[in-house]
């Protein structure tokens, strides 16, 4: 199973982040699993943003549910991360992950994460 996250590096304020985790070697309509985005700003720990499961329902962090939308492409089978009206303080490295249903502390499959910086 491998993931991998794309997009652009440099995000002026204000504007829209937008993402893309392309999956290989096994499908994200697997009903055992949750696809998920998580980031890390610099100096800090890992912050969840949520995830979308097998049948396309999402489920986003408090922090970030009203900027955020996750939607998935089954045909490609990629998923992909909308962050609005970003700010310098959505400044992360962006990660997309395998997490388990069943167990949803793990997550045992992770994309390398792409630096995603938000100035003007």
């Known amino acids: 199973v491998q993931l991998q996250e794309s997009g652009p590096g440099l995000v002026k304020p204000s504007q829209t982040l937008s993402l893309t985790c392309a999956v290989s070697?096994?499908?994200?309509?697997?009903?055992?699993?949750?696809w998920s985005w998580i980031r890390q700003p610099p100096g800090k720990g890992l912050e969840w943003i949520g995830y979308?499961?097998?049948?396309?329902?999402?489920n986003y962090s408090p922090n970030l549910k009203s900027r955020t939308s996750i939607s998935r492409d089954t045909t490609k089978n990629q998923f992909t991360l909308q962050l609005d009206s970003v700010t310098p303080e959505d400044t992360a490295v962006y990660f997309c992950?395998?997490?388990?249903?069943?167990?949803?502390?793990?997550?045992?499959?992770w994309g390398q994460g792409t630096q995603v910086t938000v100035s003007s």
């Open positions: 979308i499961q097998n049948n396309g329902s999402t």
């Open positions: 992950a395998r997490q388990n249903r069943y167990r949803p502390y793990e997550y045992d499959y």
């Open positions: 070697g096994t499908s994200i309509a697997t009903n055992s699993y949750y």
